[in-house]
Structures are given as C-alpha cells and as structure tokens.
C-alpha cells in the first residue's frame, strides 16, 4: 500500500483534486490502459491510500473507497485533424472566460492560475466542417517544464489532467444533445490509452469531441497529437450533470 497527499495546487474544484490527475495517479498502477471511476470527490490535503482491492487498484481515504482503476482494452478512435494555428483560433473562442470560468482555480484549465502553475488549458469550437465529428473542441499545449517525470517526458497524470477537462468542455459544449453551456457536472469516470509522452516545450494540439448522452451523463473523447500529427494519447471520458453545490464540494 502507498500513501499520498494531494497538494491544495492539484484542485480542480475548490476543495478536492483535479479529476484527470487522480484517475493518472492511479493508472500508474495498472499495466496497459487503464479506466478509473471516480466514486467521491478526493480531499486535498489529507493522507490517501492506495492499494489491491475487490475492484482492482482503489484510492481510500480510511475506509472510503474514492476512486478504482483497472485495466482495460482501448482502440484509437479517428481523431479530427487540427494544426496548430487552429487550435490557436479554437482557444480564442472559448466559452469560459475569465469573467466566466466555473472554477477558476482548476489545475488543468483554470484561466487564474499563474503560468507554470496550472497546466493553462482553455478549449474553444472549432467552426463546423465535413472532416470534424460535431461539437469538436481544440487547445494548443506546450507542456511547461515542472511537469517532466524522471526520464524528462510530462508524467503520465499530467497527461490524463491534460485530456480531462477538454471533455468537459466538449459536453457542456454539445447542444445537439441538448445542452446549455451553463451547466455543471463533475468527472465521473475516465479512460485513457497514452502512446507516448511529449517531452516540456513540444507545440502539441488537444481536440475533444461530444460522443452522447444518457439523461444526467455525458460522454466525450479526446486525443493528444504532435503539431506533426503523431498520435499521442486518448481518452473517453463520463461527466454527471450536477448541482453547483455539489460541484463545488459545499454539500
């Protein structure tokens, strides 16, 4: 069994830690791909276990299980193409601004975070177009230094963080399925096949995408490419619409 403390810088709510970073810190411990559900909003601060359970590799607060991952089959989905310069323009167009941003603070995509602090990622649509699957949202990403790992590539959490809160954005975003874009929702369940790692300063492009909904979820998919095109990583994710309070942790 480990120990861990998750520093208040991991947030992604207020009070509870980024869910792409948890649903990576577990997936180091599974060989291959991996898929987290995520039960309860991990605390900050405090002393968490993880360890073989029932239900493969859990995350424990006492006797709490907030968090399982296992291992898992995961096909590389046909990803939109994008360059660079378009994730560029898709990031100017981002509904969450500063003004609006839900939770500001967030590790991967809150906009109040200094530089190198947070991982900086705001996603924005890209304008329709034959070659896109509808609802296609973009990021441009250039990894910052403090997020390499021992053998100098971003850490394996880092790049779960980084296709987590695009998917978010891309269901909030689908209004084919119904939505607003003001809504709520936290991150319910995670998969994720990485590839390979980029290395602190690549130009790499973040796409997200809508994949549908069942009454309070979202599902979406995202993918990591090099500014060449090189596949990266991918991702599926689940989001639950829920209150505001719930979001933020207030009950």
Not at 37 to 55: K, V, Y
Not at 96 to 104: E, G, Q, T
Not at 171 to 180: F, N, Q, V, Y
Request: aromatic share 6%; hydrophobic share 40%; net charge neutral.
């Amino acid at each position: 069994m480990r120990s861990i403390v998750i520093e208040n810088r991991f947030c992604g709510p207020p009070n509870s830690a980024n869910g792409g970073y948890i649903c990576g810190l577990l997936a180091a411990h599974i060989d291959g791909n991996a898929d987290v559900t995520l039960l309860a909003p991990p605390p900050l601060g405090q002393r968490l276990d993880i360890a073989a359970g029932e239900r493969g590799v859990e995350l424990r607060k006492d006797a709490t299980i907030l968090a399982t991952a296992r291992s898992v089959r995961f096909d590389v989905p046909e990803i939109p193409i994008v360059d660079f310069s378009e994730a560029k323009d898709a990031a100017s167009r981002s509904p969450f601004d500063d003004s609006r941003h839900p939770l500001p603070m967030c590790f991967v995509c809150g906009p109040a975070r200094a530089h190198g602090d947070g991982l900086g990622i705001r996603s924005g649509p890209l304008p329709p177009r034959p070659d896109c699957k509808t609802g296609t949202f973009a990021a441009p990403r250039v990894p910052h230094a403090n997020l390499a790992g021992e053998d100098g590539a971003v850490a394996g959490e880092f790049v779960w963080a980084a296709l987590d809160c695009p998917t978010g954005y891309a269901g909030l975003g689908a209004r084919h399925l119904g939505m607003t874009g003001a809504e709520t929702v936290l991150l319910g369940r995670m998969s994720a096949r990485i590839d390979r790692r980029p290395c602190p300063g690549d130009r790499c492009i973040i796409v997200a995408w809508p994949t549908g909904r069942d009454g309070r979820k979202l599902f979406a998919g995202s993918a990591l490419v090099s500014s060449d095109g090189e596949f990266l990583a991918a991702a599926q994710a689940t989001w639950i619409l829920v209150d505001r309070q719930i979001q933020l942790g207030e009950r």
